[in-house]
């Protein structure tokens, strides 16, 4: 019987893994999950909320081999967006009270922030197969960076629909 709160993915097979049982003993606790990207080996990433403090926190989660893991804990916000094959996970950390949100890579359970390459208030949308992550910013630029050569590939500026309109 599924229950309101489940949240489940598909796994090998057709099968569906229940990942409510996974979170945690404290069935007390408002606890709940979202899964917002799955690897092509049936790995999940994205988000479950924590009871921590008498509050209920966005923690960044990847589910590996039926596991729950989480590289960033509270009182960090996380927020995972893609996963690739090989424990490569990709998304948003905000900390200081959502003051700025950083794009950020996790790459077997190492935290690189990106935010210096690609500025604040910046996000990781997602990673392909090859390990490239693309993502964005609020000063409307795109990015395009290499988990395997540790580096920015390149940016993409901002479209001006002011001028193409006048075109």
């Not at 229940?18 to 049936?42: C, Q």
């Not at 905000?94 to 077997?108: L, Q, R």
């Not at 935290?111 to 604040?120: E, K, W």
């Amino acid at each position: 019987m599924k229950r309101a709160n489940d949240a489940r993915f598909p796994g090998d097979g057709g099968t569906y893994v229940f990942l409510v049982a996974i979170l945690g003993p404290d069935s007390d606790a408002p606890v709940s999950a979202e899964a917002y990207s799955l690897g092509n080996d049936g790995q999940a990433a994205g988000t479950t909320f924590v009871n921590y403090e008498g509050q209920s926190w966005p923690v960044g989660a990847q589910w590996l081999n039926g596991a729950l893991t989480s590289t960033l804990p509270p009182p960090n916000h996380t927020t995972f967006w893609g996963i690739k094959d090989g424990l490569v996970a990709v998304g948003s950390m905000t900390t200081n009270n959502y003051t700025t949100e950083s794009a950020i890579v996790v790459d077997t359970g190492s935290v690189t922030d990106l935010s210096a390459l690609v500025g604040p208030n910046s996000w990781a949308a997602d990673v392909n197969d090859q390990g490239l992550v693309c993502g964005g910013s609020t000063n409307g630029e795109g990015f395009l960076y290499s988990v395997p050569a540790n580096r920015l590939v390149t940016t993409v500026s901002t479209l001006n629909l002011a001028a193409a309109c006048t075109l």
